[in-house]
């Protein structure tokens, strides 16, 4: 069974750091162009941050730059994203997803583009 399961989701204060973890199983991510994305309440889901680690091509959405980071762990099976300085507007369902490699990190992010996506984990940031 094709599966992706998001964790690392929390309640934390503005200005604090989480990292989420995507675990793939039944399919290796390091063949996939894996994306991390979020739905706050009322929203559009947003591509936040998309990787292709066969490339090492890395897209980050404006709202993201310079605070989240993605990485990948190939003997994990495992993309990570790093969340740092946390803002209010951080807030919602964050979502991992999987598309093939002929879609680029910035089509998938933008276009939010995904043949896998996973159940999300909720990122709450207050005081």
């Not at 690392?8 to 290796?28: D, E, I």
């Not at 803002?87 to 879609?103: E, G, L, N, R, W």
């Amino acid at each position: 069974q094709l599966q992706l399961v998001e964790s690392g989701g929390g309640l934390v204060q503005p200005g604090g750091s989480l990292r989420l973890s995507c675990a793939a199983s039944g399919f290796t991510l390091d063949y996939y162009v894996i994306g991390w994305f979020r739905q706050a309440p009322g929203k559009e889901r947003e591509g936040v941050s998309c990787i292709n680690s066969r490339e090492g091509r890395t897209y980050y959405a404006d709202s993201v730059k310079g605070r989240f980071t993605i990485s990948g762990d190939n003997a994990k099976n495992t993309v990570y994203l790093q969340i740092n300085s946390l803002k209010s507007d951080d807030t919602a369902v964050y979502y991992c997803a999987a598309q093939s490699t002929i879609t680029s990190v910035q089509h998938m992010c933008v276009f939010k583009s995904a043949v896998y996506w996973g159940q999300g984990t909720q990122v709450t940031v207050s005081l």
